[in-house]
């Protein structure tokens, strides 16, 4: 399944079905607004996100069919985007001591 890293975007969805099938917690519920305005009220998941070898506890919106990184996750994240090579890499961010 194909998503989409959004900078924009508050909060990380993923399709409702894959919330329910993986029997994930829920843990409250959540108003959204998208750009063009569509939303709702959603369910919110706490769930396990494992993006280039780092595993981060994050609260998963579950909405309709959409599946989007946003800045909860990618915060805890270091983005390299190569735009010439179309290329993105993503890293754990190091924890400084």
Do not use: F, K, W
Request: include cysteine; proline fraction near 4%.
């Amino acid at each position: 399944m194909s998503g989409l890293i959004d900078t924009g975007a508050d909060c990380t969805l993923i399709p409702a079905h894959i919330a329910r099938g993986l029997r994930l917690p829920l843990v409250g519920r959540l108003e959204i607004t998208g750009v063009g305005g569509g939303g709702g009220s959603a369910p919110v998941y706490a769930g396990r996100v494992e993006i280039a070898g780092a595993a981060i506890l994050a609260r998963l919106v579950a909405y309709e069919n959409e599946m989007i990184v946003g800045r909860d996750v990618l915060n805890r994240m270091v983005a390299l985007l190569d735009g010439p090579r179309l290329r993105l890499r993503l890293s754990a961010r190091q924890v400084e001591r």
